[in-house]
């Protein structure tokens, strides 16, 4: 979701999109974004799992988010391999 909201100002632009709509719709998935993921905080710390095992959580969450990264380098590797 962060991905899509960091390209969308641009895209908004470019197909010039009215400035109300544009605000509304952006400050709808602010909060909505902001909102969801406080609420996600605030029920998975009441998991006891979660709450004793926060480290390992959050090095999941780190390595989760690598994961795209790494699946682009190596199909960007075997194609550059491939074109040789």
């Given amino acids: 979701m ?3 909201r960091t390209f969308i100002t641009a895209v908004a632009g470019v197909s010039k999109m ?10 709808i998935g602010a909060f909505l ?13 009441q998991v006891t799992f979660v709450r ?3 480290e ?3 090095i999941l969450i780190v390595a989760l988010s690598l994961v795209p990264v790494a699946v682009e380098y190596l199909r960007h ?3 550059a391999t491939a074109d040789r």
């Fill in 2 to 4: 962060p991905v899509v």
């Fill in 18 to 27: 009215d400035r109300r709509q544009f605000f509304t719709y952006s400050f």
């Fill in 33 to 45: 974004w902001a909102t969801g993921v406080t609420l996600m905080g605030y029920f998975l710390g």
């Fill in 52 to 54: 004793t095992h926060i």
């Fill in 56 to 58: 390992v959580m959050l």
């Fill in 77 to 79: 590797r075997s194609q």
